[in-house]
Each structure stands twice: as structure tokens, then as C-alpha cells.
């Protein structure tokens, strides 16, 4: 957590931080999604509670945490109420993990007659150094709590939705880990800060002695790797349980799926659960094939170059260029959610054996292509 108490109290206010930041958003995409869809759908959404229907999210978040208290007769009491909390933990925990802006560098100072520092704060609730075998494994842990609500509801159509969700996981969690074996492979690192300073500045790359560079497009992973881009985005939508991939949920024919039993706190947890692995994906959309912090083009030394005429300090100047940093990837993070929104309300919902045909006899082996042959175009180019 850190070496004094100063470092080990920035770092937890960090992950507080992190943690309101994730939970305050979700009810920000709730009205852009009821605006988008009534945009996309040539209807007003919510313009009654507010201006622009703001206010609706706290009419909403006052009806949630005021419904009646609700069990199922047929329920298994532990089950029922742990898969709310179990559908939020998996989702904070890996939102956390992800590099939002470059370091913060801190010279040492006098505070309460002690010197502190010098320190490095990093933007995120937590640096691991394997940044992507974490998240991926915890994120992982969202199907457990959907199996719990499941079986905990002692209801059909939620134990049939439960079953639905754990299979379509399983089914796109393959393609999209082995979509981002390519970006392994390219960086070599499981370090999500190391990938992205390897996409700062413009495109460049050694091919067979050669040097090929260019003078406007970024370093960006997309660029070497756009069929991974892809699928990683794909899967994404299936692990979330965003349409078209909402099979789970299927309302047409499973009522509400997985948590037809809920209402009130435990319905916003699966919500915030929901938006959370969103986030999560939107976020490592952004550090795999979008550079993450980076501004395209422009190098991070640059940035503290005109920090440092801004700023009094070195510290300041550090600080100045974390937050320019972090404005450019909310940026491109928003732009992701926004795509999530869009895809729900333009695309229908697959039929089941057309999501599992997709996942199994395309998705996975087209991931496994690119995987091959990106190993084997890194051989010939190092060769």
C-alpha cells in the first residue's frame, strides 16, 4: 500500500476514489442511454423530473432504496443476497487496475515538521505489474454472482437465464483472451502502463532491419492489430450482457432472466455491476488499441515540457500533466460507452444458436488465426 502513512492514506483515498467514480457513472449513462435510445428512436426520453430529465436519476435512485423488502418463498436465502454484492465486487475490482493517466511524480517535502517523499502515485486504484491476467480473471467472477441469483431466486426462468449467461461467457471468454495474446505477443508485457508508453508518439515499427515510420498516424495498437481490436470488442458486448449478446436477460421469453426476483437496492447493484464491466471493457478498449492516456501524436515529455512553464513546481508540473493526460482518456473511454449505447438500440438480439455459432465457429477461430500469424509475422520481423 506504501512506504509511510502518507503514501498508504493517498493510495486508499485512491481506491475511494475509484470506487465513487465508477458508481457515480452509472446513473450519468442511465439518462445519456434513455436520451440516446430516444434520440436514435425520434422520442423526447425523460424531460419531466428537471432540466433535461436530470433530476429522474435521483427520483429513481429514491425509488430503488424505498421499495418493499422482497424474498422469494422457493429462494435460498444466502444465494439470493450475496449475488447482488458478488455482481459488483468482480467489476470495481477490475475498473480499479486500470491506468487512467500517466504516473505522478512528487519531489520530497516538509509536512508537520517530517520530510516525506519522494513519491510515484499512479492513476488507478492499484498498479499489479501482470495489469491483464488480474483483470481478466476477476472479471471472470461475474458469472458467479448470475449463478447465484439463478439458483438463490428458486425461480424457472431465472435458473434458465442463469444457465444462458454461464454458457455464453464461457463461450466468448476464449475469444476474447486469445484476441489479446496479439497485443501480448507485440508489447511483449502483461503491464497495462508499459503498452501504453509503447503507443505513445507516432507510428513506427523495425520490419527485417528496416525502420517504417509515419508522419500522422499514432502509435496506436489498433493499427498492427485491427481483426484483435475486433473481436476483443465483440466479446466484450456478450461478457457484459449487452445486446445484441443479452440472451440472459431475454425479456421476450424469460421475463427479466437471472434477476426477475429482484427489485429495489439489489436490482441497482446488478445495474451497477452491469455498467461496471461496460466500463471495464470501454477502459481496456482504450489501453490495448487506442493508446490509453496517450495524445496522439504528441509524445508525454512534451506535455511536462509546457507543464513546466505552467507550473511552479516540478510536482505541480507532473500533476498539471496527469490531469491533461486524464481529460484525453475520458475522452476516449466516453467514447466507447457511447458505442455500447448505440449498439443496444440499433442491432437486434441474436437467437441462441446464432450467438453460440458465432462465438465458437467464428469469433475463436479467427482469434487463433490472429494469434498464429501474429506470432509468426513477429518472428520474421525480428529475424
Known amino acids: 500500500m506504501g512506504q509511510d502513512t502518507f503514501q498508504i492514506t493517498v493510495n486508499c483515498i485512491k481506491l475511494v476514489l475509484v470506487f465513487l467514480m465508477m458508481v457515480q457513472a452509472v446513473p450519468i449513462l442511465v439518462w445519456l442511454e434513455r436520451r440516446g435510445s430516444a434520440f436514435i428512436q425520434n422520442r423526447l426520453g425523460p424531460n419531466r423530473v428537471g432540466p433535461l430529465g436530470l433530476m429522474q436519476l435521483l427520483a429513481d435512485a429514491v425509488k430503488f432504496l424505498t421499495k418493499e423488502e422482497f424474498f422469494p418463498a422457493g429462494g435460498v436465502k444466502f444465494l439470493y443476497y450475496a449475488a447482488p454484492v458478488a455482481a459488483l465486487v468482480p467489476a470495481t475490482l477490475a475498473f480499479a487496475a486500470i491506468p487512467m493517466s500517466a504516473p505522478v511524480h512528487i519531489d520530497p517535502f516538509e509536512m508537520f515538521g517530517k520530510n516525506w517523499g519522494p513519491y510515484t502515485f499512479f492513476w488507478q486504484g492499484f498498479e499489479i505489474n501482470v495489469g491483464i491476467v488480474y483483470i481478466l480473471g476477476v472479471s471472470s467472477l461475474g458469472a458467479y454472482s448470475i449463478l447465484m441469483a439463478g439458483w438463490g431466486s428458486g ?49 513506427h515499427f523495425q520490419f527485417l532491419g528496416h525502420t517504417v515510420e509515419s508522419t500522422w498516424l499514432p502509435n496506436w495498437g489498433i493499427f498492427y492489430q485491427p481483426l484483435a481490436a475486433v473481436i476483443f470488442f465483440a466479446a466484450t458486448f456478450a461478457e457484459s450482457n449487452r445486446l445484441p449478446f443479452d440472451l440472459a436477460e431475454g425479456e ?128 520474421i520481423a525480428h529475424s
Open 155 to 203: 425461480n424457472k426462468y431465472s435458473l434458465l437465464g442463469a444457465l444462458r449467461a454461464s454458457a455464453q461467457i464461457i463461450s466468448y471468454e476464449l475469444a476474447l483472451g486469445l484476441s489479446i495474446v496479439g497485443i501480448i505477443l507485440l508489447y511483449g508485457t502483461f503491464n497495462l502502463g508499459e503498452m501504453i508508453a509503447a503507443q505513445q508518439g507516432l507510428l
Open 252 to 379: 421476450a421469453e424469460l421475463v427479466a432472466g437471472f434477476h426477475v426476483e429482484y427489485g429495489g437496492f439489489k436490482m441497482l447493484l446488478f445495474f451497477i455491476g452491469e455498467y461496471g464491466h461496460m466500463m471495464v471493457a470501454a477502459g481496456l478498449m482504450t489501453t490495448f488499441f487506442f493508446g490509453g492516456w496517450s495524445i496522439p501524436g504528441v509524445s508525454y515529455e512534451s506535455v511536462y515540457q509546457w507543464a513546466q512553464g505552467a507550473a511552479a513546481t516540478n510536482s505541480g508540473a507532473s500533476l498539471l500533466a496527469g490531469l491533461i493526460h486524464f481529460l484525453v482518456w475520458t475522452v476516449k473511454f466516453a467514447i466507447f460507452l457511447w458505442i455500447f449505447i448505440q449498439v443496444r438500440w440499433t442491432l437486434p438480439r441474436f437467437r441462441y444458436d446464432q450467438l453460440m455459432d458465432l462465438g465458437w465457429k467464428t469469433m475463436l477461430p479467427w482469434a487463433l488465426g490472429n494469434t498464429i500469424i501474429t506470432a509468426i509475422v513477429l518472428l
